[in-house]
């Protein structure tokens, strides 16, 4: 079992910065993809922002230019800096996962949750 708890939500006023955290711990064999997802109330949950093992990232066009992802592979931690917040950004935003784990001879690749943390821009 792996479990990712994030950190780093709060309210802030537009225009401001936050940082948010997750880290996963558990039974892991190895991290593959790291990612950054939100819900607004009301809509659909979406992809922020993904960073795979070796470094590469792909952000969503309306956060690009704004919110940095990176990693720390040693730590099993992504994060998630996010400068230049708009009200728009508001939301519940969780971590995901893509991680190995011990299963059988060779292990399986199983897909992760993070509790999520609220980010309220205001304006």
């Known amino acids: 079992q792996v479990q990712l708890v994030e950190s780093g939500g709060g309210l802030v006023q537009a225009g401001g910065s936050l940082r948010l955290s997750c880290a996963a711990s558990?039974?892991?064999?190895?991290?593959?993809?790291m990612g950054w997802y939100r819900q607004a109330p009301g809509r659909q949950r979406e992809l922020v922002a993904t960073?795979?093992?070796?470094?590469?990232?792909d952000y969503v066009d309306s956060v690009k230019g704004r919110f940095t992802i990176s990693r720390d592979n040693a730590e099993n931690t992504v994060y998630l800096q996010m400068n230049g917040l708009k009200p728009e950004d508001t939301a519940v935003y969780y971590c995901?996962?893509?991680?190995?784990?011990?299963?059988?001879?060779?292990?399986?690749?199983?897909?992760?949750w993070g509790q999520g943390t609220q980010v309220t821009v205001s304006s």
């Open positions: 995901n996962t893509n991680a190995n784990i011990p299963y059988g001879d060779a292990g399986v690749r199983r897909v992760y």
């Open positions: 960073i795979t093992r070796d470094g590469t990232t």
């Open positions: 558990g039974s892991i064999l190895r991290i593959n993809s």
